[in-house]
Every structure is written in C-alpha cells, then in structure tokens.
C-alpha cells in the first residue's frame, strides 16, 4: 500500500464547477496535510494546509480532513481554465523519521 | 522576502561523473528537504535536514548524500551518475519546528541530465 494515494486523473470539468480531489494516507499518526498545486514545467506551490478534522476555507478553495477515514480531499468552486494543473496531497509524517510524503498527483483540466 | 533559489537550473553530466547542487532556503527558514520528481515516480523524498542535521533520508542509494550548513543553505551530491538520475531535483524550505512549520516551499528546481 503507498503512503498517500491519489487517483491520477485526469481530473475533467467544465468552467463553473466544482472540482473534487482526493486522498488517503496510510500513517495513522499523521498529523499535517497539505495540497500543492503544480503547473507544467513548474514547481510545486503550496495552497492549502489543514491540521484538524472537518473543513477549512480559503477563497475558492476548501480542504476537508477526517483523521478516522485516513481521507483528505479538496474542492475548488467555481473552477477556471487557469485551475489546470496537477494537484498534490502531501503527509507529514513521523513514522520512521520525520518526513513529508507526496502523492502522485492528480491532472485536472478545467474546460472553458 | 526571497523564494528558495536552486543553483544550477541546468545541469548535463555523463555516466559516473559527480553532481553538487545547491539550495538557499528562504531567509528564517531552518529546514529544507530535497526531492527527485521524474514522471514515472512523481516526488520521491531524499534528505531532510533541520539546524544541520539530516533528520531523515529517503530510500535512496549511497551515491545520494547531502548536508546543510550553518547558515540553513544546503547542498546535495550525486557520485556515480547512472542514466537513471536524470531527474528534476527540488529543493523545499520551512520554518522546521512547529505544527504549522512544516509548510513547504519549493525551489525553481535543477533539471539534471545524464548522458
């Protein structure tokens, strides 16, 4: 089992939507969730960062957190073409060292 | 505030030369941790290091190493290149210590080439 999971998409949706990104985690005892978003050619970009359960809001943006599921996820509403990108959850853990994992990625396209 | 800066962006090396690349954190930033991202692998975890001291390291061979100096910047060393390092390495800081300080940020990255 990989430590974070992500589907890898592609992500599609139409100009206006809402778009919903997901992930797991395997280390129970994380405690720090964090979404990047990464355009092509680029670097990651932090956006999001989330420590408890439920939700937390940011803009356009919203990332939800249930520790007892392992689940992490994001939403972006009213989503624009400039959304495009491929997005990133990432675990802090502290299993085995200190440590954050990435996973794969998911593409998103947003179709005007 | 200054981003992370990587130095060099570009590198082309041959099989079993050497590679030293550098990272300079942001400024008050006391850890930085280096990842490879291929497109088969995604971002694989390398080193990470806090006040010099490397606190953990990825599943990684021998040839990889790293060390972080007294002033946050690090470097990292490729001995040995194999056509398999071809790769963009990033370099991420953060605060370190903290709840909220393990927030990353990435450098521009070193695309590294080996023929």
């Known amino acids: 089992q990989k430590e974070v999971e992500q589907n890898s998409g592609p992500l599609s949706v139409p100009e206006g939507a809402i778009a919903s990104l997901n992930c797991t985690y395997s280390d129970r005892g994380s405690q720090s969730f964090f979404w990047y978003r990464q355009y092509s050619g680029k670097s990651p970009e932090l956006i999001m960062s989330?420590?408890?359960?439920g939700d937390k809001e940011d803009g356009r943006f919203t990332a939800q957190l249930n520790k007892a599921s392992q689940y992490v996820s994001l939403l972006i509403r009213d989503s624009q073409p400039s959304d495009s990108a491929t997005y990133l959850c990432a675990v802090r853990s502290n299993t085995g060292g200190f440590k954050t994992i990435f996973g794969a990625g998911t593409r998103l396209f947003v179709k005007a | 505030k200054a981003g992370v800066t990587q130095t060099p962006r570009y590198l082309i090396k041959t099989r079993g030369q050497q590679v030293t690349l550098s990272c300079s954190p942001i400024s008050g930033h006391r850890s930085v941790s280096w990842y490879q991202q291929t497109p088969g692998q995604g971002l694989q975890f390398l080193f990470e290091?806090?006040?010099?001291?490397?606190?953990n390291k990825g599943n990684f061979p021998g040839r990889f190493s790293g060390r972080q100096f007294s002033n946050s910047r690090s470097e990292m060393n490729v001995s040995t290149l194999e056509l398999g390092d071809s790769a963009l390495y990033l370099c991420a800081s953060s605060l370190g210590a903290g709840q909220s300080s393990y927030e990353q940020y990435f450098g521009p990255g070193t695309r590294l080439t080996v023929t």
């Open positions: 290091y806090f006040s010099e001291t490397q606190r």
């Open positions: 989330i420590y408890s359960n």
